[in-house]
């Protein structure tokens, strides 16, 4: 560990992924940092432990490939930055095909442990009303989608504008000794084998045609949760879409998502391809439980237990945990925050993870790592450039801080929430028109030979990074 410096502490408001990481980051860089979260003095909508990095959506981190996949380049990037995240989600990983999906409890005490155990980590129980006292003269606002009402009024005053809002949903999670066998099989899209995996990691429920209309016209006519008069007019995160919004857009449209049978061949009857399947992905690490792919939802829990008991496999499902659907906020980062994501109008204040306009587990952490990185290097009078727009971390901050504003029929310009992906990295000097034995690329050979490059690029250019810019320190 780095020997710890005169200056400090950094406040981080928030033990979420982000909080938790930037305070990783910070520690680990020799300056003390004071870990504030409200839990479980104040609980919120989601959120069902007091455990620091608490997953309260998927337990999947999306897929691992560096390679093929923005998202898991961005776990390669992140492990090469001593990520506490990525250790603890490593640690606990259960089968999930070609994803990465934890033990959700086991993960958060990986992470809780290694915190509480840091000496230059002092967390605190308890809720921050309101803007941080004018003393702590560096702070980061980690406090995710699921801002305490007094903070969120308070930054949104300090701010100037209303922050930006949309709802988030969250699926059900199934005991796997109530799934029936006899109906359902194990198998991974393709039998793809992943980190951890075999190749028969999901648990799949089929539907024939019949079954599967029935069940999309239950989902459009079941009993929602009602919004409030002031969410009325809160958009939907589309990669979270409750899975009846996405069955009201047409009745194939589930069949083209979540539900695609494409893939998968059923163990019990092999020769009859089924018209749709539902799947379901370990939970924990002990395989007890298992959570609905793909299945957020806003159905009252009534009805949630009736649909999807019509489900071939899950007639006489029992459910550890219905859906639900919370109210998520972010903030309008690219006016807001400057590029080592300090509020413009405060900047002893920091945001990072899902507030700032992130969308996802890892890359929410990603940007707490930065975060962590610019405040640590900040209060030790050192000087930190951003990591290249050619990486995973520097293309997710771009965004963020400046890029992908878009125009919608020739309206205002707007900031919306986003996952990585490659269409968020500067384009490639030349794409490669030719496979290793000189022959040419066609078709997906061509979009596949790119991802591979930009991820080849990526991983080089945070190497060169990480050696000119920054020290790495070993885990504490």
Excluded at 112 to 130: N, V, Y
Excluded at 243 to 269: D, F, Q, S, W, Y
Excluded at 357 to 372: D, M, P, R
């Amino acid at each position: 560990m780095i020997n710890p410096t005169p200056s400090g502490p950094i406040h981080i408001i928030g033990a979420g992924l982000a909080g938790c990481e930037a305070a990783w980051q910070i520690a680990n860089r020799g300056v003390r940092v004071v870990l504030h979260e409200m839990r479980p003095v104040r609980m919120t909508q989601a959120h069902r432990t007091q455990g620091l990095a608490e997953l309260v959506c998927s337990n999947s981190f999306r897929s691992d490939d560096a390679a093929n996949n923005a998202v898991g380049l961005l776990h390669a990037e992140l492990r090469k930055l001593n990520s506490l995240i990525m250790r603890a989600a490593d640690a606990n990983q259960v089968p999930a095909g070609g994803a990465l999906a934890v033990d959700r409890d086991g993960f958060s005490a990986a992470v809780s442990a290694a915190l509480e155990a840091h000496p230059l980590i002092d967390i605190r129980r308890k809720e921050i009303e309101g803007l941080p006292p004018s003393d702590w003269h560096s702070v980061i606002v980690a406090t995710g989608p699921l801002t305490s009402p007094p903070l969120a009024e308070a930054i949104r005053g300090l701010s100037g504008e209303d922050a930006l809002a949309f709802f988030d949903a969250i699926a059900p999670i199934v005991h796997r000794d109530s799934i029936d066998m006899n109906v359902a099989w194990f198998q991974s899209r393709y039998d793809k084998v992943g980190p951890g995996g075999t190749g028969a990691d999901y648990i799949n429920c089929p539907m024939t045609r019949e079954q599967y209309e029935a069940f999309v016209a239950a989902l459009v006519a079941g009993e929602k949760t009602d919004f409030k008069d002031w969410e009325t007019s809160t958009p939907y995160f589309d990669g979270c879409l409750p899975i009846e919004v996405m069955a009201e857009r047409g009745i194939e449209t589930l069949r083209h998502g979540p539900m695609k049978p494409m893939g998968l061949t059923n163990a019990h009857n092999p020769t009859v391809k089924a018209y749709a399947v539902v799947q379901l992905r370990q939970d924990n690490k002990l395989g007890t439980l298992y959570n609905m792919v793909g299945f957020q939802t806003k159905l009252k829990h009534g009805a949630q237990t009736q649909i999807f008991r019509t489900i071939p496999g899950l007639e006489n499902a029992e459910f550890a945990r219905l859906g639900g659907l919370h109210r998520n906020t972010f903030l309008n980062s690219p006016k807001l925050l400057d590029p080592q994501l300090r509020l413009r109008a405060q900047p002893r204040l920091r945001f990072a993870g899902q507030m700032t306009g992130c969308e996802g587990y890892v890359e929410s952490a990603g940007i707490g790592l930065l975060a962590g990185l610019f405040a640590a290097s900040e209060v030790a009078s050192q000087t930190i450039t951003s990591p290249p727009a050619t990486t995973a971390l520097g293309a997710l901050l771009g965004h963020i801080t400046g890029g992908h504003i878009e125009t919608i029929d020739a309206g205002p310009r707007s900031f919306q929430p986003m996952n990585i992906n490659f269409g968020l990295f500067p384009p490639l000097a030349a794409a490669p028109t030719k496979k290793p034995d000189g022959s040419r690329l066609r078709g997906t050979e061509k979009t596949v030979a790119k991802k591979q490059a930009i991820s080849a690029r990526a991983l080089t250019d945070l190497d060169r990074w990480i050696a000119d810019t920054l020290r790495v320190p070993a885990a504490a």
